[in-house]
């Protein structure tokens, strides 16, 4: 049974920093392909940053530079820390295992983790 947990979220001020963490059971976690994705309400989910089983990463145009994903393969968890938090960056936060060029999500989300973003 694949279970993705997030955890890490909260309420911050612009500028402000979190880091969230996504720990993954039930699935080779070592060799698949992981991706952070966001939605906002009224909004459709979007990938916001991705890690190959390589350790390759690629990031949304609008959080390149201050999100930063990582793996731990030892812990089967893969973090994200976002740096200078704006207020667009409000959403619920999930993880997922990404398949295919499009880094689209393989099982079904998991809970989830909000993170606001406000003065």
């Known amino acids: 049974q694949v279970q993705l947990v997030e955890s890490g979220g909260g309420s911050v001020q612009p500028g402000g920093s979190l880091r969230l963490s996504c720990e993954a059971s039930?699935?080779?976690?070592?060799?698949?392909?992981m991706g952070w994705y966001r939605q906002a309400p009224g909004k459709q989910r979007e990938l916001v940053a991705g890690?190959?089983?390589?350790?390759?990463?690629t990031y949304a145009a609008s959080v390149k530079g201050r999100f930063t994903i990582a793996r731990d393969n030892a812990k089967k968890i893969v973090y994200l820390q976002m740096n200078s938090l704006k207020p667009e960056d409000t959403a619920v936060y999930y993880c997922?295992?990404?398949?295919?060029?499009?880094?689209?999500?393989?099982?079904?989300w998991g809970q989830g983790t909000q993170v606001t973003v406000s003065s």
């Open positions: 997922n295992v990404a398949t295919g060029r499009h880094w689209g999500p393989q099982w079904d």
């Open positions: 890690i190959t089983s390589g350790g390759t990463t």
């Open positions: 039930g699935i080779i976690f070592s060799i698949s392909h």
